[in-house]
């Protein structure tokens, strides 16, 4: 669970993580340019590669290779096992 806490603790991380949750599966170029275009984030395509590989670590994204492009989906489900972790709702005494 300490490699989801770190993947998530990065802004460019959830960023990235926000993009691929509007629409799954893109490429990394594809990530790169909504970036910048929608948030004003210019990073290399070396340093986007490094947040996402801190993400596919932590189980948050997985790849796929379809010929010469590496797609990249996100999963929601460990930051849903840490809303089960910690229930909102609590009882009284």
Known sequence: ???LFH???DETRRL???????RDGQTL?????T???QHGVTLTRQAVSQHLAVLESA?????????R??????HPEPIARIAE?????RSTP
């Open 1 to 3: 669970m300490a490699d």
């Open 7 to 9: 993947a998530l603790d």
């Open 16 to 22: 990235i993580l926000d993009e691929l949750s509007r």
């Open 29 to 33: 170029f594809e990530i790169c340019s």
């Open 35 to 37: 970036l910048t275009m």
């Open 59 to 67: 189980g948050l994204i997985s790849t796929e290779r379809q010929g």
């Open 69 to 74: 492009s590496k797609f990249h989906f996100f």
């Open 85 to 89: 972790r910690w229930p909102t709702t």
